[in-house]
Antibody, heavy 122, light 107 residues
């Protein structure tokens, strides 16, 4: 079964760029009609959808973050990536990657990675 | 953005109780709604998709319903392992948005 695992620095300085990798195992990132998604959750708070990418190159971003976010994919490595620039303390959160399953007109997030905590602090 | 409002924000119930959580969308989202369960320190887990379809392997005590703007999530007979936070999520429009969550405690 497909599994996802986030990786990247746990501490980022303010104004710098947060960079995370999601490695997909148990299946090809290119197979099936999926988007690959990033979601974050500040401590004790709710979930915020950041954006997604399809291996065709299609990307969609949350307008609230769009000017700072880039999501990319490397199919040869079965990985996709998140870059969030000009970070502040408000970007401190657990970051999850997930598969966005598209089934005709329906979709849902499954599975999810375990999440990785990124703290923005000097 | 479509706003998703869950109620209550928290509740406490006993094992064997029936509990219902509601989720209201700020506009008509048809049945483009999912429900997730999140336990402390863990990633959310999909329970229900398309408002009422149980994900494979999810116990039948969980159910969902509704369409348009008003949705429900019900646990018919609470078990101790159901202590978690539950989120609704819409996918009618981008950006996808989640409810603020309902924290369920088992007495």
């Amino acid at each position: 079964q497909v599994q996802l695992q986030e990786s990247g620095p746990g501490l980022v300085k303010p104004s710098q760029t947060l960079s995370l990798t999601c490695t997909v195992s148990g299946g090809s990132i290119s197979s099936g009609d999926y988007f690959w998604t990033w979601i974050r959750q500040p401590a004790g708070k709710g979930l915020e959808w950041i954006g997604r990418i399809h291996t065709s190159g299609i990307t969609n971003y949350n307008p609230s973050l769009k000017s700072r976010v880039t999501i990319s994919v490397d199919t040869s490595k079965n990985q996709f990536f998140l870059k969030l620039s000009s970070v502040t303390a408000a970007d401190t959160a657990v970051y999850y990657c997930a598969r966005d399953v598209v089934a005709t007109i329906y979709n849902w997030f499954d599975p999810w990675g375990q999440g990785t905590l990124v703290t923005v602090s000097s | 953005d479509i706003q998703m409002t869950q109620s209550p924000s928290s509740l406490s119930a006993s094992a064997g109780d029936r509990v219902t959580i509601t989720c209201q969308a700020s506009q008509d989202i048809s049945n483009y709604l999912n429900w997730y369960e999140q336990k402390p320190g863990k990633a959310p887990k999909l329970l229900i998709h398309e408002a009422s379809k149980l994900e494979t392997g999810v116990p039948s005590r969980f159910s969902g319903g509704g369409s348009g703007t008003d949705f429900t999530f019900t646990i018919s007979s609470l078990q101790s392992e159901d202590s978690a936070t539950y989120y609704c999520q819409q996918y009618d429009n981008l950006p996808y948005t989640f409810g603020q969550g309902t924290k369920l405690e088992i007495k």
